[in-house]
């Protein structure tokens, strides 16, 4: 119940494409959604979250897509650059019980100019 | 401090030996986290620190890691009789009341000789 599963491993898109990974997850008493972004030698950063009671939320170039009847939740990243390659991972949790955070496996992005 | 902060940044040991990685969260966060990052691979779990409350030390992989923190403050995580296969990069992250979102360090890169 406390698994979220993100795909794909790994994503290769092309400068100006869009960039998507998806998760989905078990726990439906989940309430914070999380994506980080982590370069290579550094920690990850959160990148941008949502919660459950909108269905998507925009900074900048990057969405969140939020399917509560589904369990699912995806980053959309539009007009990829090279700068974006890197390693996102989706995360979940119930904010309000102090619990931590359960992370998705992790998507390898490459932009290729 | 501005971020958190995590030393040493790398460590070279011989097998067998014990090493000590500290971590310094941001100032006011009371949860503070580790995770364990092999090269190419996701967040693996390893304890949690919330407040005065006992640690969730249900990601510790054996008796031969343990972690101790005073307080609101520093973090130690400690490796016993290291293994080669205890080389990785060591994440620590702090958060506000242990909900919403983790700031990671750059962490400690291990390796066993």
């Known amino acids: 119940q406390q698994q979220v599963k993100q795909s794909p491993q790994s994503l290769i898109v092309q400068k100006g494409g869009i960039s998507i990974i998806n998760c989905a997850y078990e726990n439906t008493a989940f309430d914070y959604f999380p994506w980080y972004q982590q370069f290579p030698g550094k920690g990850p950063a959160l990148l941008i979250a949502i919660r459950p009671d909108v269905s998507e939320k925009k900074e900048g170039r990057f969405t969140i897509s939020f399917n509560k009847s589904a369990k699912q939740f995806s980053l959309h990243i539009m007009d990829s650059q090279p700068g974006d390659s890197a390693t996102y991972f989706c995360?979940?949790?119930?904010?309000?019980?102090?619990?931590?955070?359960?992370f998705g496996e992790g998507t390898q992005l490459t932009v290729n100019p | 401090g501005a971020g958190v902060s995590q030393s040493p940044s790398n460590k070279v040991t011989e097998k067998g030996k014990d090493v000590e990685l500290r971590c310094d969260p941001i100032s006011g966060h009371t949860a503070l986290y580790w995770y364990r990052q092999r090269l190419g691979q996701g967040l693996e779990f390893l304890i949690y620190f919330q407040g005065n409350s006992a640690p969730d030390k249900s990601g510790l992989p054996s008796d031969r890691f343990s972690a101790e923190r005073t307080g609101e403050s520093v973090s130690t995580l400690t490796i016993q009789r290291t293994q080669q296969e205890d080389s990785a990069v060591y994440l620590c992250?702090?958060?506000?009341?242990?909900?919403?979102?983790?700031?990671f360090g750059s962490g400690t890169r291990l390796t066993v000789v």
């Open positions: 995360a979940a949790e119930k904010e309000t019980s102090g619990s931590r955070l359960t």
């Open positions: 992250a702090s958060s506000e009341r242990g909900t919403g979102g983790y700031t």
